[in-house]
Structures are given as C-alpha cells and as structure tokens.
T-cell receptor, first 113, second 114 residues
Framework: AQSVTQLGSHVSVSEGALVLLRCNYS??????LFWYVQYPNQGLQLLLK??????LVKGINGFEAEFKKSETSFHLTKPSAHMSDAAEYFC???????????FGSGTRLQVQP | EAGVAQSPRYKIIEKRQSVAFWCNPI?????LYWYQQILGQGPKLLIQ????????DSQLPKDRFSAERLKGVDSTLKIQPAKLEDSAVYLC????????????FGSGTQLSVL
C-alpha cells in the first residue's frame, strides 16, 4: 500500500520568501509522485509530477520538487512566493502509474503581504 | 478545450434521503474517477472506471453508494440513504490513460447532509 504524509496543515510565508511544503511517501515499489494545487472553489490542477528520470522536477508557476529516494521525500519549493500562490497543495502518489492517486491531507499556504 | 463538468454544484439533503451526482469527463478520456474530499482531508478515491468497466471500487461503501458509467462517457454517483458523515465535496476526474499520470478535475459537488 502507498501513502503520503504532508507535514504542516498550514504554512504562512511573506511575499517574496521561500516556499517549502513537505511531503514524505511510503511505497513498496518505485512510486510516481505528484503535486496538485487547489484554488478556492476550483478543481485540483497538476503542478508537477515525477515518474522516472531526473529527480529534480520543474512545474508550472515557478514551483519545483526533488525526489529523494533515500529520504522518501518529495518536497515542493518555490524561491519567491507571490500572493497568487495562496491555495491548498496536495502531494499524491501512485504505484507505477497503474493505480489511481493516493493523496495526502493537504497543506494550506498563506502568503502575507 | 472543455474541462470536466459536474453538477449540481451544491446539494443539501436530510439524512436518509438519496442524492445523485453527474459527471461528464473530457472528451476522449477513457478513465474516470470519483473522489470524496471531506473538509480538512485530501481526496479519497471511491471508484475508478476504465471506459465502462470498474477498475477499483475497493473503498466504495457499497451498502449505500453506487456508480455507473454507461456507454463509457458520463457517469453518475448515487448515495442512498445518505448519512451525516457523507457531507463532503465529491470530485470527478478523468485522464487519458489508466495510470492517471495527469488527472483533470471538475470543480466538485459540495454535499451537506443535515
């Protein structure tokens, strides 16, 4: 079985500061890993994904994440936060791409002016 | 390109009543998913269809929940009878491939059971 743990249900940063959202996964087989973002009253949108290959993955809106097998982590970062980044972020895992996604509990990002 | 369409947007019912949600996926997407998102939690898979066949319904409470995807296009999720703990947002998603590498989500149906 696979699972993801997102550390911190709420994260608050100042505009222009580094964004770091933490995700650790558990999987008995090589995982596929994803970050989705959910803006208020909207559906979830894919930010980025890791399947195979390069462990540093770049996504939309300046976000990136690094797959670290030794740490079973897939943390999401952005060098400089914008007000428009305020949303809920979900880390998700699937098993070799053959099964539906298992989501973490989410982290709400607040950006202070 | 049209996205995943869901209706209704909101629904309020009393416990023990029945309710149905409708989803129309993106044209050409063979795989359709229903997720339940309880407030403060991440989405939880209820059922996954590949065309009109069920791939995974292991987390669907089959004593009260049912879903169908006739003709492999749009889908309906039903709850009968509803319980208070069914209050949640019901999300429909679709993808081109069975692996679900990129899911496209609808805006969801927010259900309140009183």
């Amino acid at each position: 079985a696979q699972s993801v743990t997102q550390l911190g249900s709420h994260v608050s940063v100042s505009e222009g500061a580094l964004v770091l959202l933490r995700c650790n996964y558990s999987s008995s087989v090589p995982p596929y890993l994803f970050w989705y973002v959910q803006y208020p009253n909207q559906g979830l949108q894919l930010l980025l994904k890791y399947t195979t290959g390069a462990t540093l993955v770049k996504g939309i809106n300046g976000f990136e994440a690094e797959f670290k097998k030794s740490e079973t982590s897939f943390h999401l970062t952005k060098p400089s936060a914008h007000m428009s980044d305020a949303a809920e972020y979900f880390c998700a895992v699937s098993r070799t791409g053959r099964r539906a996604l298992t989501f973490g509990s989410g982290t709400r990002l607040q950006v202070q002016p | 390109e049209a996205g995943v369409a869901q209706s209704p947007r909101y629904k309020i019912i009393e416990k023990r009543q029945s309710v149905a949600f409708w989803c129309n996926p993106i044209s050409g997407h063979a795989t359709l998913y229903w997720y339940q998102q309880i407030l403060g939690q991440g989405p939880k898979l209820l059922i996954q269809f590949q065309n009109n066949g069920v791939v995974d319904d292991s987390q669907l409470p089959k004593d009260r929940f049912s879903a169908e995807r006739l003709k492999g296009v749009d889908s309906t999720l039903k709850i009968q009878p509803a319980k208070l703990e069914d209050s949640a947002v019901y999300l429909c998603a679709s993808s081109l491939d069975r692996g679900g590498e990129k899911l496209f989500f609808g805006s969801g149906t927010q259900l309140s059971v009183l």
